[in-house]
């Protein structure tokens, strides 16, 4: 990071940056956010710059003068929203607090920002905290540079948020619409198999695109599980990607194993790979992606690949948002769901599911109790209340989505008859 001159090197900010690398540890690391702290702090000394103050002179009597407290008023003169003003400001206080820690440093952090304790409790249902005096809760640090954020909205009818993302199985006209469109000639061969393995596992995007060809090197006779199924284990010190680094495991069925060898063993697989090893010539053979581009470059890039720092922060798995624009832009199927994205894939492979074991449950096989916990260990949920979530919503999906649908029906007609 540089002074205003351009040339010189601005000795704090770049030493707080490298902080942040090296006290990262040597697990998983976010390049995308160091990159948007690294230019949020420069936004905020371009502004002190420009008001010819000094970022380290808090003798203001006044909290008003102080740049830290002005810069607050500038952004919320600007109209931004809260939770993009939180995040500067918040960018801001960690690096004076940082600064503040040092050895000989003179930075008071009182003056910088006025902070206090607050008791945030918990709703039964997760769906929102409120400050309270709550017996389920915890405390947090709330700074007076920060503006109240709205309360999310409820999902819709026959919707799921999760992750703060609203999503829904498809239903099986819906299902059909895909199908159908993923068998045209607008689809090709890998992009088939992403959706054909988030529908059949309800893996997550960084699991589909993370898989190695060394994950079904054990796919055979004696591996396949008495549901017709191989077990994959992904997270952990697996080279397969998963939520917060977490063990778990997902189900292939025996049809999408033979897919994906069938796939690692053509031509244009094989070309791909050749141009990956001369891109990425450290990772042991069988470590290589499924999915790489026609470049040979991954798909998405895990974790826990060597490569991470250097690259990781730009392979995201575009190739996922690619295939939902291409499912949007299909005329063919004009009344697939507008709102549809690849995460809605997981919840429909979880109903599908539900639907198989629901038999079990009315004959007195099984419980719902058990349906619900092998739906949870299927998608890798850490609270059950997630899967009850999803439950829920599967027992009365039809009038749930039929309901939906009415409403905004009645919706875009008012709006219709409006601007007649």
């Known amino acids: 990071m540089f002074e205003e001159d351009g040339v010189s090197i601005w000795v704090d900010g ?42 380290k002179d808090f003798s203001q009597r006044r909290p008003q003068a102080r740049i830290t407290y002005r810069y607050y008023v500038h952004l919320f003169d600007l109209g931004i929203s809260a939770g993009v003003l939180n995040q500067k400001t918040g960018v801001v206080y960690d690096f004076y607090k940082w600064l503040s820690e040092l050895k000989h440093s003179k930075i008071d ?46 999902p819709k009818r026959g919707y799921i948020r999760e992750q703060g993302e609203d999503l829904r199985p498809l239903d099986k006209k819906e299902l059909k619409l895909l199908i159908q469109s993923l068998e045209s ?119 826990t690949d060597p490569y991470f720092r250097q690259y990781g922060h730009k392979i995201k798995g575009k190739l996922a948002k690619d295939i939902v624009a291409k499912l949007k832009n299909d005329e063919s199927i004009s009344k697939f769901p507008h709102d549809f994205t690849f995460h809605w894939l997981r919840a429909t492979y979880a109903k599908s599911y539900y639907d198989h074991l629901l038999p079990q449950v009315n004959d007195g096989s099984i419980l719902l109790t058990d349906v619900i916990h092998r739906i949870a260990r299927r ?6 209340s997630t899967t009850q979530l999803y439950i829920n919503i599967f027992k009365h999906f039809d009038y749930l989505l039929d309901a939906q649908n009415r409403y905004e029906e009645e919706v875009y007609r008012g709006i219709y008859n409006y601007e007649d």
């Open 379 to 384: 998608l890798g949920h850490e609270e059950i």
């Open 185 to 303: 000639d607008l689809f090709n061969t890998q992009e088939r198999l992403v959706c054909s393995v988030a529908l059949n596992t309800g893996a997550r995007k960084q699991s589909v695109f993370t898989l190695r060809r060394s994950s079904f090197d054990n796919c055979n006779e004696d591996t396949l599980e008495s549901d017709g199924t191989f077990k994959i284990s992904i997270g952990g010190t697996n080279l397969v990607s998963s939520k917060r680094n977490k063990v778990s495991y997902l189900y292939f069925p025996k049809d999408t194993v033979d897919a994906i060898v069938s796939y690692i063993e053509s031509d244009e697989y094989k070309e791909r790979l050749i141009k990956y090893q001369a891109k990425f010539p450290d990772l042991q053979k069988g470590d290589e992606y499924v999915f790489l581009s026609s470049q040979g470059t991954p798909r998405y890039m895990a974790h």
């Open 109 to 154: 952090l009182s003056r910088v920002d006025q902070v206090q304790n607050v008791w945030i409790s918990y709703k039964k249902n997760n769906s929102r905290a409120s400050v309270d005096s709550g017996s389920k809760g915890k405390y947090v640090q709330k700074r007076s540079q920060t503006l109240r954020t709205p309360a999310p909205s409820d």
């Open 14 to 55: 770049t030493l707080y940056l490298r902080h942040l690398i090296t006290s990262a540890g040597v697990g998983p690391f976010d390049v995308n956010a160091l990159l948007s702290k690294a230019s949020r702090l420069l936004e905020y000394k371009k502004f002190v710059e420009s008001h010819k103050a000094d970022y």
